[in-house]
């Protein structure tokens, strides 16, 4: 059995619900200060050790993306990327 295609919208909504609740936030605050480098730089000398670190900060960059989204705005295009829809557009 093959899984469906998830929506954008979907996606964006469930990160939402996820993270809304108590629990969530709790995952949330712990996942940025392990990770979120917000007070510190991804550079490092040894190169792989940089990409692990960005790595990192692009997952939460991505969770924060999806939290600041209205999933209402979003619609997939036919390459599966999302992007921002007027809503005014009734074409």
Avoid: W
Avoid at 21 to 49: C, M
Avoid at 58 to 63: E, G, H, N, Q
Avoid at 72 to 77: F, I, K, R, V, Y
């Amino acid at each position: 059995m093959q899984a469906r295609e998830v929506q954008p919208h979907e996606l964006a909504m469930a990160f939402q619900e996820c993270f809304s609740t108590p629990a969530g936030q709790i995952v949330l605050t712990y996942l940025v200060a392990k990770f979120g480098r917000t007070s510190a730089t991804t550079f490092d000398e040894n190169p792989q050790r940089m990409a692990y670190n960005e790595g990192q900060r692009t997952v939460l960059v991505d969770i924060g993306k999806k939290l600041a989204t209205k999933p209402a705005d979003l619609e997939t295009t036919t390459t599966g990327t999302t992007e921002r829809t007027d809503d005014n557009d009734d074409t």
